[in-house]
């Protein structure tokens, strides 16, 4: 079946360190991108991608950064400079960028980033 | 600018009952795309229903169902006959046909309990 694989489910960070979540599609999906959702809030987008090689920024990019070297991969590496990452994070995916509106979002199944 | 909002932040239903949740947007593109997505407290996104823009009917899926209004801009999400599993934050989303990201605006959520 097809699907957006997120891992880990769990993550702990100690303070300092980067750690990278991962996001795999095989939806052959162009469009990716990463959201940050804090406890009982809305989604607030980190970073997309339209095409392979090529990202943008979002809302909160600070502290945060991505690459997109294959179609299937978008992986967030969540910084040091990032100074309140606790947090739920979510990568969906899209099939296309330009104006089919009914084109919606795939979504992954999440990563519960703690610091500890 | 593009904008969406949920005013309910919590809703409570009894169960079997009918239950409405608002969302209103402000676009000036005449081409968009409407989403409702279901967050259960496992955190992943679940996709329930898509209205465009242009469509003459309101669209339906099972029990649920988009009031959509294009003249009070708004398209809210009924769900009939309430079961104890459809306790979540729901999220009203929109897709511009303008834009060249195919990002999806969300606004901040309702989250509905259903009452035995």
């Known amino acids: 079946d097809g699907g957006i694989t997120q891992s880990p489910k769990y993550l702990f960070r100690k303070e300092g360190q980067n750690v990278t979540l991962s996001c795999e599609q095989n939806l052959n999906h162009d469009a990716m991108y990463w959201y940050r959702q804090d406890p009982g809030q809305g989604l607030r987008l980190i970073y997309y991608?339209?095409?392979?090689?090529?990202?943008q920024k979002g809302d909160i990019a600070e502290g945060y950064s991505v690459s997109r070297e294959k179609k299937e991969s978008f992986p967030l590496t969540v910084t040091s400079a990032q100074k309140n990452p606790t947090a739920f994070y979510l990568c969906?995916?899209?099939?296309?960028?330009?104006?089919?509106?009914?084109?919606?979002?795939?979504f992954g199944s999440g990563t519960r980033l703690t610091v500890v | 600018a593009q904008k969406i909002t949920q005013t309910q932040p919590g809703m409570f239903v009894q169960e079997k009952e009918a239950v409405t949740l608002d969302c209103t947007y402000d676009?000036?593109?005449?081409?968009?795309?409407l989403f409702w997505y279901k967050q259960p407290s496992s955190g992943e996104m679940i996709f329930l229903i898509y209205?465009?823009?242009?469509?003459?009917q309101n669209a339906t899926e099972g029990r649920y169902s988009l009031n959509f209004q294009k003249a009070r801009k708004s398209a809210n999400l009924v769900i009939s006959a309430s079961q104890l599993g459809d306790s979540a934050m729901y999220f009203c989303a929109m897709r511009e046909g303008s834009s060249n990201t195919g990002k999806l605006i969300f606004g901040q959520g309702t989250t509905l309990q259903v009452k035995p």
């Open positions: 209205q465009g823009s242009y469509d003459q």
């Open positions: 969906a995916s899209s099939a296309g960028t330009g104006g089919a509106v009914g084109n919606g979002y795939t």
């Open positions: 676009t000036s593109d005449p081409s968009y795309g």
């Open positions: 991608s339209q095409i392979v090689n090529d990202f």
